[in-house]
C-alpha cells in the first residue's frame, strides 16, 4: 500500500512564525502536490512538483514556498504565517506517467491553526 | 481556465433511495473526470475515473461531453455511503488535478 506521512497532524502557531509542514511518501512517487482544504472551497492546488529540486506553483501559491531536496520528502514552507492560513493542508503524491494519471494518494492531512 | 462545479453543498437520502451527485466542468482540452471520497476519519481517496468505466462500491459515472457533466450515481444507497465527495478534472496525462468544492452526502437510516 502507497503511505503518504504527515508529521504533523495538528499545529497551533502564531502569526509572523515561519511554519514547516513535512511529508514524506514511501512508494518512489514522481509527482508531489500540496493542497488545502477549506469548507465550502474544496481542495486547492498550492504548489506542486514532478521531480527532484522541481517546484511549480499551484492556484493559491502566495504566501507559501516548497521543498523538494530528496524523491520521498516535499515540504511545504509558510514563511509568516497568517490568520488566513489557518486549514486543512493535504500533501499527496502520484506514480507519474506510467498509466495511473490521475490517482492521487493523500495524506491524512495536517491542520494548522494560526492564532 | 478549468473548472468543476458541484453544486450541491450538502445532500440527504434516505437508505435504499436512488443517489445522484452532480458535478459539471469547464474545460477546452480533453479533460479526464475523477470521483475522489473521504469518509470520516479517513484519507481522501479515488473512487473511480471515468477511462475505466467502472463500479465501484456500486457507484457509477459517466462522461456526458455534450452536457460537460460528470454526474455521481448509485441505485440504492447505504449508510456506509455517507462520505464527502469530491469531483475532480485534468488535463489528460497531466497529473494536476483541479477539484470542485464538494458535496457532504448522508444517508438516513
Known amino acids: 500500500d502507497v503511505k503518504v506521512t504527515q508529521s504533523s497532524r495538528y499545529l497551533v502557531k502564531r502569526t509572523g512564525e515561519k511554519v514547516f509542514l513535512e511529508c514524506v511518501q514511501d512508494m518512489d512517487h514522481e509527482n508531489m502536490f500540496w493542497y488545502r482544504q477549506d469548507p465550502g472551497l474544496g481542495l486547492r492546488l498550492i504548489y506542486f512538483s514532478y521531480d527532484v529540486k522541481m517546484k511549480e506553483k499551484g492556484d493559491i501559491p502566495e504566501g507559501y514556498s516548497v521543498s523538494r531536496e530528496k524523491k520521498e520528502r516535499f515540504s511545504l514552507i509558510l514563511e509568516s504565517a497568517s490568520t488566513n492560513q489557518t486549514s486543512m493542508y493535504l500533501c499527496?503524491?502520484?506514480?507519474?506517467?506510467?498509466?495511473?494519471?490521475?490517482?492521487?494518494?493523500f495524506g491524512e492531512g495536517s491542520r494548522l491553526t494560526v492564532l | 481556465a478549468q473548472r468543476v462545479t458541484q453544486p450541491e453543498k450538502l445532500l440527504s437520502v434516505f437508505k435504499g433511495a436512488p443517489v445522484e451527485l452532480k458535478c459539471n466542468y469547464s474545460?477546452?482540452?480533453?479533460?479526464?473526470l475523477f470521483w475522489y471520497v473521504q469518509y470520516s476519519r479517513q484519507r481522501l481517496q479515488l473512487l473511480l475515473r471515468?477511462?475505466s468505466r467502472e463500479s465501484i462500491k456500486g457507484f457509477t459515472a459517466d462522461l456526458n461531453k455534450g452536457e460537460t457533466s460528470f454526474h455521481l450515481k448509485k441505485p440504492f444507497a447505504q449508510e456506509e455511503d455517507s462520505a464527502m465527495y469530491y469531483c475532480a478534472l485534468s488535463n489528460f496525462g497531466n497529473e494536476k488535478l483541479t477539484f470542485g468544492t464538494g458535496t457532504r452526502l448522508t444517508i438516513i437510516p
Open positions: 499527496a503524491s502520484s506514480q507519474g506517467d506510467r498509466g495511473l494519471t490521475g490517482e492521487l494518494f
Open positions: 471515468h477511462i
Open positions: 474545460y477546452s482540452g480533453s479533460p479526464e
